[in-house]
Every structure is written in structure tokens, then in C-alpha cells.
């Protein structure tokens, strides 16, 4: 279940959601000063400042500079959230290749409406743009790109991403970086250096399905910690699981987890890190949603929180540039000479032409332009299909808020099996992702996730509608 706010500042900051839900705030409307909001209510200008951050962190407010707070705009929906995960106090045998298997073909099938994987529209992003790029170099570099790249990579692209590192407080030169086939490849080099088969990982609950599938092709095991809609990982049922249990690393998400969309404020990761730090665990984080955030700020990564001291750091371009071009890198501190022993074995190099064109295009500053854009974009789809399943889906059915990425995580009424709907939606020409698919122990099988990577249109909205339908009709048998 959710829990009620228990700081001061989640107390004000639920008061002005519920003025702004009641309409009491319109869309638009300036709020208060922070000096004349703490007079009002009584309460310090820190706590008023962490209220209104953590309200514009949701996606409630807007802040502008020299102006002041306002209340967004854009309307999302009065569904509840989902209930916060229940932790597992086993580590569970991680079984769903299959399952995961059976969803990306027919998530691949371009006739179904595109709900089930969570890969953005390469429309919307920047393919063409770096296709052109990857063709000039092909033309004018000929011979020289048709080459092994150094084991880390390709140095200009290295040094981009370091510089961009800086923005968030991530302290990192080119040699700290390793370039992946993807994120998938940069988790699976960071599990295989720090746990062995057999033994045992913290995850988020519901996590990402892709980390699932790496766990069981390692061997390894998962403890399902509980999640929070909003706050992320339980942190004190963490440090109950380590009083007894032992675990080689924790493997979270560093913003808006994939489905649920939450992200853990500062202090509750400092507090993670601090225990994990006690016990001398790695943290392996997934950073790949990161720089789709709604808010005015970027939320910091672990690592720039504790400087890299035991985290190992994944992420790529696949959710923001071009998902087709399996750029990802990694940056794993004190592991990196087994993360470089491991890229080696695996795959020796990545492939230098697409390296070339993504440092080309980050050196002429327009990924920031595309961001901004495509943030907006993302953002407008994720309200717009919140409103839909509201209008459609049955009485009961939540859904949560994420503030960044684009997949939304509806938790429907018990009696609802995804699993049954999603062959009904497949006979329907429909495809989303079964909510089973993301729990080591195949939990969650009332829920589901739906991507809004893509352009919202008629065929998309009547695709969520439909969906509704469906979940309505099981809903009366």
C-alpha cells in the first residue's frame, strides 16, 4: 500500500497536489513566494523549497527563472498510483527467457499497435540525421573507420561523454570509459565482474525485463526489494535483507525505473550508498533514462554522489539518439580492468563507425536542442495515454507518474491476468508488455506496462482504448 507522508516537506508538498487535483491551483497559476508559503504555513523556507522541488521533481510544477513556481499544465490523471512492492525475503531462481522471448517477437511486428518495448520512435529522434552523418564518414574515412576500435573505444566519443558527465558532479576523464554494444552489454560486464553464478543480487521490484534475462544467462539470483511508485527501493528493507542474507551486488536504476517510473530522491540514495558501503557491496546503476527527465534538473546519478568509490556506472544512447545504433558505455571505478578483461572476451571492440557519428553529432551542441525537444514530446504522450486509460480501463485500475522516460505501469483490479490479455490484444492487433515479465518470482500478474516511445495518433490512442476493453471484459468473467 502507499505510505502517508512522513517529512514535513512531503506533508506541504501533498496539501498543494491535492489544491492543485481540487482545481483550487489552476494550470498555469503562479504559487506563492517561498518566504510568504512558509509564513502561511508555518513551516521553514528550506522545508517550503524541498516541498516545491520535490512537487516540480513529479512533474506538478514548473519552475522559471527570476519568476518563480507554477503549476504545470499538463494534466495527467487522478488514477491512483500503483501499491508500493512487497520485498522477498529468498532470492528467487530467475526462469523468463521464454517469456521475454515471446514478447520481443512480436513486439518487432510493426502491424501491432507499438505499446509492448519500450524503444522510442526513431522518428523522434535522430537516426536519419546521424544516418547522413555515418554515410559522409563512410565516404571521406573509408579504410580508417573499417577497423577494430581501441578496447575502450573510440577516444572523441570517450571524451564527449566525460565532458557531459560534468553537468551532473560525475568527476570522469576518456580513460574512464569503456564504449558497450548498448547498455544491455555494459550490465552484463559489470555482473560478470562482481558476482560469480550462483549467487545473489538486489533488484528493484518490478524491474526492467532485459536485467532479468541477463540474471538467469549468468546464473544468477535476485532479491526483489520493495519499490516504491515515487521513491524507489525501500532503503530500510534493504539493510534488514543485509542483516541476514548476503548479496554481490545491488543493481538499480538511477532514474525513472523501468516500468514504474520512479526515482529515489538524493538523500534516500545517499543513504543507500552509505549502507552499501558498510557492508562493502558494488552498486551497479542504469542510467539510460537519465537525460529525459521533465524537470528543470537532471536528476545526479550514484555515482556523482559518492565519486565512483564502489559503483559501477551503464548507460546509452539508445532511449535518447538512436536505439538501432547499440551505443551504451560504462565506467565501473575500482572494476574496470575486469569490466576491459570481460569486453574483450566477449566482444572484443565495438563498432567504430557509429562511435564516429555520435561523437560527430554531440560535437555540434544540437543533442541538448533534440533533448528539450523530445522531453516535451514524451512527456505530452505519458499524460495523454494516462487520460485514456482512465477514460477506458476499469474501475480500481492505477497508474504511476514517472517524471522522465516514457513507459507507463498500470496496476489493474486482482482478478485481471495480463498474461490472458495480452493474447486477446495480440488477436487485436495490440501489443504491450505483460506485467509477469518483470519480477524474478513472475509477480505482478495483474499489471501491465505501456511504452509511449512513439507519436501519439489516433491508431495509438484507439489502440489504449481497445486495451481498455479488453482488461473491462475480463474484468466481468
Not at 237 to 266: H, K, Q, W, Y
Request: proline share 5%; aromatic share 6%.
Amino acid at each position: 500500500m502507499n505510505h502517508p507522508p512522513s517529512h514535513r516537506y512531503e506533508q506541504l508538498a501533498e496539501l498543494i497536489a491535492q489544491m492543485i487535483e481540487k482545481g483550487t491551483l489552476a494550470a498555469g497559476a503562479r504559487l506563492p513566494s517561498l518566504r510568504a508559503a512558509s509564513e502561511q504555513h508555518g513551516v521553514s523556507l528550506s522545508t517550503t523549497l524541498q516541498a516545491y522541488r520535490l512537487l516540480e521533481q513529479r512533474g506538478v510544477l514548473t519552475a522559471r527563472s527570476q519568476s518563480g513556481y507554477y503549476v504545470n499544465g499538463v494534466r495527467t490523471t487522478a488514477l491512483a498510483l500503483p501499491s508500493m512492492s512487497r520485498g522477498r525475503t529468498k532470492p528467487s531462481t530467475v526462469s523468463i527467457s521464454d517469456a521475454v522471448t515471446h514478447l520481443l517477437e512480436h513486439a518487432a511486428n510493426t502491424s501491432l499497435v507499438p505499446l509492448g518495448c519500450a524503444v522510442p520512435d526513431a522518428a523522434l529522434l535522430q537516426a536519419a540525421r546521424l544516418d547522413r552523418t555515418l554515410a559522409r564518414l563512410a565516404r571521406t574515412q573509408g579504410e580508417n573507420a573499417n577497423i577494430y576500435s581501441a578496447p575502450l573505444g573510440e577516444h572523441a566519443l570517450r571524451q564527449a561523454i566525460a565532458q557531459r558527465a560534468m553537468r551532473v558532479g560525475q568527476a570522469l576523464s576518456a580513460d574512464d570509459i569503456l564504449i558497450t554494444c548498448g547498455c544491455t552489454e555494459a550490465l552484463v560486464l559489470a555482473l560478470s565482474a562482481v558476482a560469480s553464478r550462483g549467487q545473489a543480487v538486489a533488484i528493484e521490484s518490478p524491474t526492467y525485463f532485459g536485467l532479468l534475462h541477463t540474471l538467469e544467462a549468468l546464473g544468477l539470483k535476485a532479491f526483489e526489494l520493495p519499490t516504491d511508485p515515487i521513491a524507489g527501493v525501500d532503503v530500510a528493507a534493504l539493510a534488514r535483507l543485509l542483516e541476514t542474507e548476503t548479496i554481490s551486488a545491488c543493481v538499480l536504476s538511477s532514474s525513472f525505473n523501468n516500468p514504474l517510473g520512479s526515482t529515489m530522491p538524493d538523500a534516500n540514495k545517499r543513504s543507500l550508498l552509505a549502507l552499501l558501503t558498510a557492508h562493502d557491496i558494488p552498486l551497479i546503476e542504469d542510467d539510460i533514462y537519465g537525460d529525459l527527465h521533465f524537470g528543470r534538473e537532471r536528476p545526479k546519478p550514484f555515482i556523482a554522489l559518492d565519486g565512483g568509490a564502489n559503483t559501477i556506472y551503464c548507460s546509452s544512447f539508445s532511449k535518447s539518439i538512436a536505439p538501432g545504433y547499440r551505443v551504451g558505455w560504462i565506467t565501473a571505478g575500482v572494476h574496470m580492468a575486469r569490466v576491459v578483461e570481460r569486453k574483450l572476451a566477449f566482444s572484443l571492440c565495438s563498432a567504430v563507425l557509429p562511435q564516429r557519428a555520435l561523437a560527430d553529432f554531440l560535437a555540434t551542441g544540437a543533442y541538448d536542442t533534440h533533448l528539450r525537444r523530445v522531453r516535451r514530446v514524451f512527456q505530452e504522450n505519458l499524460a495523454r495515454m494516462a487520460r485514456t486509460v482512465e477514460a477506458s480501463f476499469p474501475a480500481g485500475t492505477k497508474v504511476s507518474r514517472p517524471q522522465g522516460g516514457f513507459v507507463l505501469w498500470l496496476e489493474l483490479p486482482r482478478s485481471v491476468d495480463t498474461r490472458t490479455l495480452f493474447d486477446k490484444a495480440l488477436e487485436r492487433g495490440i501489443c504491450f508488455a505483460p506485467g509477469d515479465v518483470f519480477s524474478a518470482s513472475r509477480r505482478f500478474r495483474n499489471c501491465l506496462r505501456l511504452s509511449a516511445g512513439y507519436s501519439w495518433t489516433a491508431r495509438i490512442e484507439s489502440g489504449v482504448r481497445t486495451l481498455g476493453s479488453l482488461a473491462r471484459e475480463a474484468l466481468m468473467r
